[in-house]
């Protein structure tokens, strides 16, 4: 294992974060708390072409821990599950043209994507309406679609979803990583009721962990002992552009509406929603695979593998005991009774919320990242986990 030099800091690099630090100072000063977080939020994209990129550790993990319990509820990663819930939608009202919306679409590539594989499979009976509060993102996803020879199925609309109200009704809402964006999620998922057709569906794909993509306290214990034996260059940060000796926690909703709300974004689904199809994942695993430490680790890497391999053991085993809660998920939710397709039989929509106060000791979980398969479980007092509650892992292609 070779270790990559300490990221050398540039002085124009320190007058740029110096003079982002005393704009946010600035800002939080003069502005009120939703103007200010408006404004940030409107800055941070208005220039951002590429939302989702993830660092290649990511596509190792997703592949190997999360694509194959994924292809057991019928799709391979989020894309693939708007893909399936749409193409069957149309399918199954071949009479009529499906209106869908999207719910902070952005640059709207995700939705020109679903377009394309819809109409290559023969399916054109549907209408996208893209609404963001961003109208230079909109605007690059009105060429793309044009570009795409689809603009014609899209209309872009220029709003804010905290203070949007509904002017039709829709047969699918797709809310994309937007929801932990939302901090008047009452009137959102109350616009999104009433918007939705008696047999509609909400489609998400979102972070449910706790406000401000902080960790709760049994997750931060956790953390620890992976952290310490991290050689010194796997903790370069690559946001911050430092070497972060100890894990620090950043409230990322203090600049924006960054995971604003994200822990009460379960619960309230749960208050106004039925579930269709419910896959949470992941707790302490992101730390290690999302943009601020994922670029330190490659997968073409003996050492890394192994460790990204065993805090995804670890997490996963955390989660069915009820000692970690997912922070994050996909979700088909409908106004309609129904049954729910479970990830995994234990892990409910109700099993999954974590609710603050709940656990507050901040003892680490009963099973250290070195220690043996014995976990007992907080819910059903059971003092092993039994082989036949885990799907099987396999490696796949770099796609997820």
Known sequence: MSESPAPVSSPLLSLKRLGRRVARSVGRRLLPSY?????AEWWIYRSCTCVHDLP??????SNRYLRPKFENLGFSGPDQFFEMYLADHCRAHPGRTLAVLSIGAGNCDLEVELARRLTDAGLHNFHVNCLDLNRAMLARGRKLAAESGLEKRFRFQAADFNRWTPDERYDVVIANQVLHHVQELEHLLSSIRAA?????????????GRNGHLRWPEARAALEPFWTELPQAYKRNHLRHRIDDEFRDRDCSLDSFEGIRAQEILPLLVENFEFELFAPFGNLIFVFVERTYGPNFDPERDWDRAFIDRVADYDERAILAGELTPTQMIAALTLQD????LLHPTLTPEFCIRRPGQKESGEPPPVGPSQARRMPSRRSGEGRLKSDLFFPFRQSRNQS
């Open 196 to 208: 939705l057709a008696d047999d509609g569906r909400l489609l998400t794909s979102d972070m449910i």
């Open 35 to 39: 103007a200010y977080r408006w404004l």
């Open 56 to 61: 290649p550790i990511f596509h190792y993990w």
């Open 338 to 341: 129904t049954e729910t397709k």
